[in-house]
Each structure stands twice: as C-alpha cells, then as structure tokens.
C-alpha cells in the first residue's frame, strides 16, 4: 500500500507529463492531442493550467499565423514580434494582436515606441516586400513578416541594426493522413562601418504521416551568407536572391536525401534487412549438415535414449541448433507430418 501511494504522480508531475505531450505534438495537432490529454488527467483544473502553459510555447516554435480581426492581415507568432506575454507586433500593418493562445486574437494599433525609426523601417519595408514575393511564389500557404531586431532606433547612417526576416508555411491534411510545416527564420545584421551585410538562416522542415502508422520528419539547417551594404531597395533585392538560393538548395538536398535512403533501404532489403531477420549462423560459421546427422552423437544418443527415429531427433536438436529447414520429413512417429523451412543464408 506504501508503495503505491509513493508511485503515485503529483499535480506539478501530471501537469509536466501533460506539457510535455502537448509540447511534442506534430504539427498542426495540438488540439488532437489537448483531447487525448484531457481525457487522459480526467482533471479539468490540471488540464487548463496545462494547455496555459503549453499553448503559448507551443505557437511560438510553431511560428503560427492568426488572422486579425477586420480582414488587416495576418500576425505570426513568433518570439522576434513578441511584445508582451500575449502582444505580438505585425510591422507590415503597424498593428499589435492581443492574443488568446487557445482561441483568437484582438487588435489593437501599435505604438510609436514599438515601431523603428524611419531609417531603419525604410529598409525593413523594402525587404518586407521583396520577401513576401518570393514567399507569395514559393509557398502557397506561406506567410512572412520581417521584424527590427536590434537598433531599432537607429536614426540614420552610422550605426548597426538587425532585421529578421521569418517565414512560415505549413499545410495540413489530417483527413489524408498527413500534416507538414516550414520554417525559417533570417537573421541580416547591417553593419554600417564594415558596408556589409551578414546573413544567418536557421531552417526547419516538420512532417507527419499517420495512416496506419507513424512517421515523422523533423530536419534542422543552418547556412551563412554575406553581401555588401547598399541602398534599401538593392539590399533588399540581395537579400531576397540570397535566401531564395539557400533554401532551393536545402529543399532539393532533402529531395535527394530521401531519394538516396529510398534506393538504399530496397537494395539493402535482402542483404540487411530480411538477413537480420533471421538466426546466424552458429558459431563455427558453417551450415549444420543436416544430411549426415549421425556424425553427431548428440542424434546417436537422443536416437538410442528416446528410441526414437532419426528425423525426431533432427527435429530436436534443430531447436538447439536454431537452423531451419526447407524440406518435409515424413516419419510415422510424427502426425502426420513436419514442415520446416530452411535458411540457405
């Protein structure tokens, strides 16, 4: 009884156990797996602390996008346009959605303090635009917003600042089984004295396939680039031509990734694995020779002890042995008969 009530799981467990599950859930089934979850806690209170929690964190690795009220736009979710703990700036429209992580969003306009100065938004504009062409090609359902995030108040030449630039595509498909994202997050530090621009991409594919299984895709990548510091319009259009280059060729690398694993997972097959699949061989390394058994005197002796014929005791001593046999023995001592298969190995 002692030992029960010592395995028995507190609130706080429950609630990390509860977390972690929502954390880890693919992308796109969060409220699937909240449903399983609440069913599982069968505690309303601990589910509710949980999802408060978890939903937050969640949307923002997920880089999420919700629809503003009023038709303005769309907002991500994302940590580079987090202005509170429920506050995300969308610079393209100057608005702040006020966010429920469980149900929707607010609006409300954003205040001059948490826009960039006019130098800096001069070039943040001119790369909001050129990105969102190229993500309006690239990714149909995509969406991309492209944030100050340093030296936000830069006033003019002189002086460095960070731009981000964060893209988001995902497609889901839960009646076919299957559900995918695509994130990617650029990091371009403008670095006036040097007249250079230095570019960071962290890319990010998800995947999961669930149709009578359960597979799952998480890749991660990361490039650098540079390019030299010129006028907004140049630099954005460097800037576009950069990452659109980078992540063509991560794209297709995954073509080719799983192409190659393809091809090599049925060659293989026979050699790997369908052999692994199958005993060894003993360890002398060569086949029992079950044609001439009688040189054994472990047959001779289970023949004479168990008065029993020869293919019984071959039967026996292949247990032992672990070899199988592709042939059928008949012996009036078996009913009525044995069929083994054999590994010719």
Known sequence: MADEEDSELNEKQKIDIAKWFLLNSPPGEIQ??????????????????????????????????????????????????ELGG?????????????????????????LDE??????????????????????????????????????KDVEGPGSDFELVVVISAARYSPQNFCNGSWHSVWSIEFKDEMQ?????????????????????LDANHECKDSTIFQSSEDSAITIGNIIRQHEAEYLASLEVQHLLISQASYSNLPDT?????RRKLPVTRTLFPWHSTLQFSLTRDITKELG???????FLLMQDVGEFVNYMYFDERLAPCVILSRDFN
């Open 273 to 277: 694995t369908f052999k692994d699949l």
């Open 32 to 81: 699937f797996v909240a449903e399983d979850v609440k069913a599982v806690l069968n505690d309303d209170v601990l589910y509710e602390e949980a999802l408060s929690e978890a939903f937050p964190l969640y949307n923002k690795s997920q880089m999420i996008s919700l629809e503003m009220p009023g038709g303005i736009g769309d907002v991500l979710v994302t940590s580079y346009g």
């Open 308 to 314: 029993i014929g020869k293919v019984v005791a071959d």
């Open 196 to 216: 250079v621009l230095e570019l960071k991409g962290k890319l990010q594919v998800g995947a999961h396939y669930f149709e009578e299984g359960n597979v799952q």
């Open 114 to 151: 948490e826009l960039p100065s006019a130098y800096v938004e001069e070039f943040r504009c001119a790369l909001d635009g050129e990105i969102l062409r190229y993500v309006v090609e690239a990714y149909p359902k995509g969406v991309c917003s492209v944030y100050c995030g340093n030296g």
């Open 86 to 110: 429920t506050e995300y700036l969308d610079p393209r429209t100057a608005h702040v959605a006020v966010v429920d992580h469980i149900k929707q969003a607010n609006v409300r306009p954003a």
